[in-house]
Structure formats: structure tokens, C-alpha cells
């Protein structure tokens, strides 16, 4: 079942009280497969419980469309029976490389925005889809080294899921992140987007550094900052599904139903849907 | 090109020392830096948290060089980040490591945190059919218990500046299906023998027995019997035994 409105990122530290509330502001979870592929214990039980309750959609943390090595059929074979297990209408993963020469940085590790970096995403999201039988998308991450050309980053994004046939899970606080980061317009880089192509929005908070660096942790409230682009994200993408990301420092559910009631007004005014 | 890249940022993330000729190449010390602390600082978070105990022992500095020396000689392989302690643990005890072993209580604590990391989310995710138990069927243990032998009383929390006292000591390490918690579970030295002979799939419990018996001498008798069904009902209560092992290719005879 596709996502509709609001999701919410099926974390551990929240998991049972999520189950035990199914709160109307929650339509569908996200998951990392990699927390469930090959693992026994408490974390596939609380899956199986979830996938009673809502639509679910996978975001993979470790494909990273950049790696020069192909993926092995270790890894994606387990990942193919996994997102069959949980229906998700689409996969995603990260336009960033998270290792090399067989090392796991458990980072997203940017890549030169060149020519090379879109041929390789290009030809691994090919081959990954190949095997997972199911549309892929990519999600802009974060970075923080100025000289990759950030000026080129939203079209590098485009270029590479159009010459793949590939959605784009557009990260609404990354791209907030960059643009302060670097010295870009946020808008113009959201204009840069077919809104075809987008599957899904992500929103998350981030930390200010005392240097003025903004770093993206997915350990903070949203910032206003963020909301407004959001809002304007959803006038030009129209109402695709929205999923707050909350991975540390994770506060109570209710502080992070307020966020998504707050996302939920937002979405309303600049879609005119109501998402919960 | 994008390979001498990715093998540079690679290099600067995990290297003991950063070299100049990586972060000239790629421009922006600061920032690169700033990757490599981020890469460093997650992955001793979560060695941190399967080894409170045995980094505590090592004491700070050799806990660091054990750490450094890991990410720069052999950095995590698996994209599973619960694996990373493993294979942290695998390297420290490994032939190739480079600095002096842990020994003794440190060692053996190690090795039980990391029977405990390890069991949380060991395979399978449901536990195989049992039957019900006969003595003249073999047993079916939770699949994802681990059996230790060690010389110290290493699950015994102790005082920061006390040592772990030095006796001869039986675990099992396992995890319950229906609650999922670990459990370290001390053993006598006939219930370990007992069991250690009850993971063969091919043998009954009276077979396990006389085994056992073979190894460590005791009597069988009628307060042995007693003793035997009791443990037995135990370990069915507490989830280690799940019950008779139904037949399987193995164990058909």
C-alpha cells in the first residue's frame, strides 16, 4: 500500500508506545532494513507488530548509490525478501558513498558531484534494482565540504534519477542544511526538482554548531526554518507523503506528535490535504 | 579518479594518523576532520555500549590504542552497525593485533559482553518447534544459547577499583524469545557439563547423562533423578530448553 500524509521514522525508542497508541497523526512507518535483515530478537518482532498496523517504507542506510564495488547478492538478496516481506511500494537509499575497498564508514560520506560519481550512481541504482525487482528512489544528503561544488548539487540530484529512471526522496532539512552551509537559495534549488519524480519528503532537525557549521543529527526539534521551506517543498511537489526523521536524542511521543501535528497544518495549507 | 578519492576520505576517516598528501588532495582540513570525527565518535559510541565493562577494565588509555589501532588496521567490514563490536572483539583476540592481549578477568569479560551484544540479536528470530520432554528424546536448547568457562566470577557486577574474584565459573548466555532479553545464567559444573553435552543433537538426555557423568563423575541415583528433573523444569520455565527436538535430517535415526 502506497503512504498517504504523515509517517513517522519506526524507531526502537519509541516503537511500543507507537504500537500501543496508534496515534492519529501516524499514517505510515519508515524502517531501515538493516536494523531487521538477519537478525533475530526484539527488533523483527516489533516489524511483524508494525506491519499490522500501518503501510510500511523502507530507507536503507548502507546501499549508498556511490560505492565504486557493485553490491554483493549477499546483501541484496536478504534486502529483495525483506522489502517483499513488508510491501514497500519503493525503496530508497542515500546519493553518497558509505565505504570503500570493503570498509563501512556507518556515515554518508559525500561524493564529488563529476561526471564519474553520476555514472556510477547511475549504473548501481540500475543494478540494485535489477536484483530488488522494485522502483528505487535517492535521497540528497548532507555534506560539509564546500569545494563539491555545491551550485551543482540539485541538478547532479536530477540528472542522476532521470538518466536512471529513478525517484528522488527529497530531504527537505539537508537541503536547508547545504544551502547555509554553502551559500545557496534553498528555493532555487526545490525549483530545480520535477516534482514527477519526487516519492517522498524528509524533515528533521538539525544542530547549530558554535562555528555557525549547521550539522544535519536528526536529534533536534525542526526549526522554523525548516517548516517554511517544507511548506513551500509541498507547494511545489504537491501532497506527497512527509515522514519526520527523529534518529537521536529522541524526546517523548507527544513531542513528537506536536511536530507532526505542526507538519500536518502545514501540509493542509500548501496542499489543501489533509494529511492526518 | 572518483576511487583515489573515495580510498582518500576512506584513509582520513579511519587512519591513526591523518596524512597531509589525503587532506591536500581533497582540500578543507577542517572539515574533513570534521568527517573523520563524526565516522570515529559513532563507531566508539556503540563499542561502548557492548563493552562498558571490559573497555573500564582495560582503563582508558589501552581502551584507546585497542580502539585506534582497530579502525586503523582493520576497519568495520559488515554494513551492520550491531556487528561492529564483533568484529572489534574478533580483532582484539586475533592473531594479528598488534598491541599486548587483554588477560585474564579482562579477557573473560570481554568475552561475556560480547556473548551478550551478540546474543541480542542472534538467529533465529523464532525459536525452532519442540516437543514435549522425554528422556529418551534429545533436547531441543534456545538455539541462541553460548556456554562460558571462565576463571573469574565475571558476572558479578564489582566496584570499579575492586578485580572480579577468582573462581572457577559456569555461564550460559541466551536470549528468551518471548521477552528478548539476555539472560547470563551461572551454572554448576554438572549442569554445564549436562548441557554441553545436551547441544548435541543426536544424543538423549540420558545419553547427556552418562556422558556428562563420564566427564565429571556423580552419582545417579534417585536424589540425582530429583535434582535432574527439577534443573530440568527450570531451564523449561526459563526459556533455555524449549522443549524435545523434533525430528530433523540430523537427528532421524
Known amino acids: ?276 | 579518479m572518483l576511487a583515489e578519492y573515495q580510498a582518500r576520505v576512506m584513509r582520513i576517516c579511519f587512519a591513526a594518523e591523518v596524512s597531509s598528501v589525503d587532506v591536500e588532495a581533497l582540500g578543507n582540513r577542517e572539515r574533513w576532520l570534521l568527517y573523520r570525527q563524526m565516522v570515529r565518535s559513532r563507531i566508539r559510541r556503540v563499542i561502548g555500549n557492548a563493552f562498558p565493562g571490559f573497555l573500564a577494565a582495560l582503563g582508558e588509555d589501552r581502551a584507546t590504542s585497542y580502539l585506534e589501532t582497530w579502525l586503523d588496521q582493520a576497519p568495520p567490514r559488515s554494513r551492520y552497525f550491531r556487528e561492529g563490536p564483533s568484529e572489534f572483539f574478533d580483532f582484539v583476540q586475533g592473531d594479528e593485533f598488534p598491541l599486548q592481549r587483554p588477560e585474564g578477568a579482562t579477557q573473560e569479560l570481554g568475552a561475556l559482553e560480547h556473548a551478550r551484544w551478540s546474543r541480542r540479536f542472534a538467529l533465529p528470530a523464532l525459536p525452532p518447534n519442540a516437543g514435549e520432554l522425554s528422556f529418551e528424546s534429545p533436547l531441543q536448547l534456545n538455539p541462541t544459547a553460548l556456554f562460558m568457562q571462565a576463571e573469574h566470577a565475571i558476572h558479578q557486577k564489582v566496584p570499579a577499583d575492586r578485580c572480579h574474584v577468582k573462581k572457577t565459573t559456569f555461564l550460559c548466555i541466551y536470549r528468551h524469545f518471548d521477552s528478548h532479553k539476555v539472560h547470563t545464567r551461572e551454572l554448576n559444573e554438572v549442569a554445564y557439563r549436562l548441557l554441553r553435552q545436551w547441544e548435541n543433537p543426536d544424543i538423549t538426555i540420558t545419553e547427556g547423562v552418562q556422558a556428562a557423568r563420564a566427564e565429571v563423575g556423580f552419582a545417579i541415583d534417585a536424589s540425582f533423578i530429583e535434582r535432574l528433573s527439577s534443573m530440568l523444569a527450570a531451564f523449561v520455565e526459563d526459556g533455555l530448553i524449549l522443549g524435545a527436538r523434533l525430528s530433523s535430517p540430523q537427528t532421524s535415526r
Open chain 1, 1 to 276: 500500500m502506497k503512504p498517504q500524509g504523515l509517517g513517522i521514522g519506526f524507531r526502537h525508542g519509541i516503537a511500543e508506545e507507537l504500537l500501543t497508541r496508534q496515534p492519529r497523526q501516524v499514517q505510515w512507518v519508515e524502517v531501515h532494513p538493516e536494523n531487521y535483515m538477519l537478525r533475530g530478537g526484539r527488533y523483527p518482532a516489533l516489524l511483524q507488530r508494525c506491519l499490522e498496523t500501518w503501510p510500511v517504507v523502507t530507507h536503507g542506510l548502507t546501499m549508498g548509490f556511490g560505492n565504486m564495488e557493485p553490491h554483493s547478492t549477499e546483501y541484496l538478496h536478504p534486502l529483495r525478501d525483506l522489502l517483499k516481506d513488508v510491501q514497500t511500494p519503493w525503496h530508497t537509499d542515500h546519493l553518497c558513498f558509505p565505504g570503500a575497498g570493503g570498509a563501512h564508514s556507518h556515515d554518508l560520506l559525500p561524493l564529488p558531484l563529476t561526471e564519474e560519481s553520476k555514472h556510477i550512481a547511475v549504473q548501481r541504482i540500475r543494478e540494485c534494482r535489477d536484483v530488488l525487482g522494485l522502483q528505487l528512489g535517492v535521497e540528497n544528503v548532507s555534506y560539509y565540504i564546500p569545494e563539491l561544488d555545491p551550485l551543482r548539487e540539485a541538478s547532479f540530484l536530477v540528472e542522476v534519477a532521470q538518466e536512471a529512471d529513478a525517484g528522488i526522496l527529497l530531504d527537505v532539512n539537508n537541503v536547508y542544511v547545504n544551502s547555509i552551509n554553502h551559500g545557496f537559495d534553498a528555493r532555487d534549488y526545490i525549483d530545480q526538482i520535477p516534482a514527477s519524480r519526487v516519492l517522498q519528503l524528509h524533515v528533521a532537525g538539525h544542530l547549530v554548531r558554535s562555528d555557525s557549521v549547521i550539522i544535519d543529527t536528526h536529534g533536534e526539534p525542526v526549526r522554523s526554518e525548516v517548516y517554511e521551506l517544507l511548506e513551500y517543498t509541498l507547494r511545489h511537489v504537491g501532497p506527497k507523503p512527509v515522514l519526520l526523521e527523529r534518529d537521536n536524542n529522541i524526546p517523548p511521543l507527544d513531542v513528537l506528535l506536536e511536530e507532526l501535528d505542526q507538519i500536518a497544518e502545514i501540509y493542509k495549507r500548501a496542499t489543501g490535504v489533509d494529511a492526518c
